[in-house]
């Protein structure tokens, strides 16, 4: 059976059919409470008692000032993320999208053009980022981050297996360009420095890459360039769909322990986590950039 309980202030009017002892012997047989539609709301309530109905009502004092609800926040902080990130693609990509297109990469994903050089300049800089995030979990003593250990999510070594059949193939593989190594250096300062900036680049890259338009681009170049050959980078342990739900859960519960400073301060990072990795997209579609 499920308990409720209330702590309230108590104020009753003058009157002789209201005393103390009427009201210990007062049964209430139901409880409403009464607040503004969708709103909600902060302390000092006016309590009221109706002896003849023997019903408790709970009324918001006037004058309250509502808490702000925020883009998807019912539903968890993953979904208030995944509401801020959907609105920084570009129009041209999602029907979410709140952005103007601005860079190559804001093209629809099935009008770019695909060569196996930039290519594998995308796969060498995703190697380093990923590396740089698994090495963050594997090795710090944050204890919100134990919870991402060994995700089935994790990308390094199996892009470290695709990068050696290139190689096999007769492809010499490049260098990360230097805005690579920079965001390498990024995460592993706001790892140590600020988690709430950090856990919102782990989710982005994470789903960005996990969800529909990462594995769109993993089929266009398998279909383009790779005559169909379908890499370990877009290959998963397990179902991808519970994997991801999985790691909901625990960003979940992640930042039920933040206040909502913190989390809107995460949820702010967002823009930077986009540029970010837009710079990753670029050497995909403009090896030259």
């Not at 103390?20 to 539609?37: D, F, H, I, Q």
């Not at 000092?44 to 808490?67: C, F, K, S, W, Y």
């Not at 892009?159 to 096999?168: G, M, Q």
Request: aromatic residues 10%; neutral net charge; proline residues 5%.
């Amino acid at each position: 059976m499920t308990t409720v309980r209330f702590t309230v202030t108590f104020r009753f009017p003058a009157s002789p059919r209201l005393d103390c002892e009427s009201y210990a012997g007062l049964k209430a047989r139901t409880a409403r409470v009464s607040y503004p539609l969708t709103i909600a709301t902060r302390r000092h309530h006016l309590v009221q008692i109706a002896n003849e109905d023997r019903t408790l009502v709970v009324r918001a004092a006037a004058g309250e000032i509502p808490n702000k609800r925020y883009p998807g926040e019912p539903k968890g902080f993953v979904e208030e993320m995944r509401s801020v990130a959907m609105k920084m693609h570009p129009r041209t990509q999602s029907k979410e999208g709140k952005r103007e297109s601005t860079a190559p990469q804001d093209s629809p994903v099935a009008t770019w053009e695909f060569t196996v050089e930039g290519y594998l300049k995308f796969l060498v800089e995703n190697k380093l980022v990923f590396d740089t995030l698994e090495g963050i979990i594997h090795d710090s003593t944050v204890p919100t981050y134990a919870a991402f250990k060994n995700t089935g999510l994790e990308r390094a070594n199996n892009l470290a297996k695709d990068l050696e059949w290139f190689k096999e193939q007769g492809y010499e593989l490049p260098e990360p360009k230097a805005h690579c190594k920079t965001y390498s250096l990024y995460l592993k300062d706001i790892a140590e420095n600020d988690p709430p900036a950090f856990i919102c680049h782990f989710y982005n890259i994470y789903f960005g890459h996990s969800a529909g338009g990462g594995r769109m681009i993993g089929s266009k170049v398998s279909e383009r360039i790779l005559d169909n050959k379908k890499l370990e980078f877009y290959k998963w342990d397990g179902d991808i769909s519970e994997l991801l739900t999985n790691l909901s859960e625990e960003l979940n519960k992640v930042s039920e322990l933040w206040t909502r400073e913190e989390k809107n301060h995460c949820l702010e990072e967002t823009e930077k986590a986009f540029k970010c990795y837009g710079h990753l997209l670029r050497s995909l579609v403009s090896p030259d950039l």
